[in-house]
């Protein structure tokens, strides 16, 4: 059944009238910039097809009630009874209410029946897509006249202070921003976006997302310290954040730091950033093969530089490019997750089978996949 008939039946079932309108807000994926969103540096996501749906109603009274269509579970809660640290799936719906409230909106109670198909826990944020598609309602509920970028931020701000994730706006501004048919250029240090064409299947291409399954129980350890070298690299190279040092002349500045794994480290983000601009250049040029190119480029600089990546990440980029892909590079954290793979239309199928045939050789758990069209972000269905 479609997300939207069935969050308009949910709804129903819970409170026995039709909602006052049915929302939408997608998940993303990070074409290219990776681990620069904490360096203030830049980053291209693209919203997916795959999104979050929310049938919605107000309520005269200071009630919040919501229905999980996808976990099958009911919470109920009210408006003075939020307070931030919450565990749960329902935190991140509370914590919008609670976010809008603390920033001085006047929101009141609501019903509401959510359904996503944005998988979980995959790095294709289906954190952002259920934050992002409850502010989308309210604001259109309450008449708040939010603009979208503070959408976004209050969707983030949900999450970092009341569910107590901290993450960057990258995901949320990518949900809420987004524009089918385009990628999200966004300088996390000013908060300037920019919609950059980028339509792959005009131009003979197709973007290929292999989820390996694979996910890193450390990550969290190994995410504090890459920020911390960071950090440090950017205090003794005496700039505000990496962001500030141009790539001319890299190896002569980055020597400074007298450190083998910082100077690694550095690099990563530096060229990173360049990579983002020159991927932006390339799309503008309906450069595909550029593109590819930028893109196997950042996944060479996360594996040698950064350190990220691992076994499974590393084979399906080698297999797409060995098969004619005209780039590869993993996508968010690392340590696991999603690949995206650049690739002719007329090689996918040969891609996605000798993928999967590399996996099942060496006994891996057989990957999921799907094209990935930029999709359109967060808006009102009905
Ligand atoms: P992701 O990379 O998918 O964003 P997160 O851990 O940030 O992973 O967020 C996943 C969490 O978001 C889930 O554990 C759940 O609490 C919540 N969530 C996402 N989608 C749904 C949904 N359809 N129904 C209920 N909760 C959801
Ligand atoms: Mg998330």
């Known amino acids: 059944m479609n997300l939207d008939l069935a969050v308009l039946e949910a709804f129903r079932a819970l409170t026995g009238i039709a909602p006052d309108g049915i929302w939408r807000a997608p998940g993303r994926i990070n074409l290219i910039g990776e681990h620069t969103d904490y360096n203030d540096g830049f980053v291209l996501p693209f919203a997916l097809p795959q999104a979050a749906y929310l049938a919605a109603g107000r309520r005269d009274d200071a009630r919040i009630r919501v229905v999980s269509v996808d976990l099958g579970e009911r919470f109920e809660t009210g408006l003075d009874e939020l307070a931030p640290n919450q565990d749960g799936w329902h935190a991140y719906l509370a914590g919008v209410f609670w976010a809008l409230r603390e920033a001085g909106h006047e929101v009141g109670g609501a019903d509401l029946a959510l359904a996503s198909d944005v998988p979980i826990g995959a790095g294709l944020s289906s954190s952002a897509a259920i ?225 999967r045939a590399a996996f099942a050789d060496s006994g891996r758990p057989a990957p999921a996949t799907f094209v990935a069209r930029p999709a359109a972000g967060a808006g009102r269905l009905a």
């Not at 790539?247 to 500045?253: Q, Y």
């Open 131 to 355: 934050e992002c598609v409850l502010v989308e309602a309210l604001n259109d509920l309450y008449d708040l006249g939010i603009e979208p970028m503070d959408r976004a931020k209050l969707a983030r701000r949900a999450e970092n202070a009341y569910v107590g994730a901290p993450t960057g706006l990258m995901d949320q501004a990518a949900s809420a921003l987004c524009t089918a048919g385009h990628a999200l250029f966004l300088d996390c240090r000013s908060l300037a976006v920019e919609q950059i064409p980028f339509d792959p299947e005009r131009h003979g291409h197709a973007v290929l997302v292999v989820d390996t399954l694979t996910r890193h129980s450390h990550a969290d350890g190994e995410y504090a310290s890459r920020r911390e070298d960071c950090e440090r690299a950017a205090e003794l190279l005496g700039v505000p954040a990496l962001r500030d040092v141009g790539d001319d002349d890299l190896a002569e500045r980055l020597a400074v730091l007298a450190d083998d794994q910082l100077i690694r480290r550095a690099r990563h983000v530096v060229t990173e950033d360049q990579r983002v601009l020159d991927a932006c250049a390339a799309l503008r040029a309906d450069d595909f093969a550029a593109l590819g190119a930028l893109m196997t480029a950042s996944h060479v600089s996360m594996r040698d530089d950064y350190e990220i990546t691992e076994p499974s990440v590393d084979l399906t980029v080698e297999t797409a490019l060995a098969h004619g892909a005209a780039g590869a590079r993993m996508t968010g954290g690392g340590f696991g997750g999603c690949v995206l793979v650049l690739a002719a239309l007329d090689r996918l199928d040969e891609i996605g089978a000798a993928i």
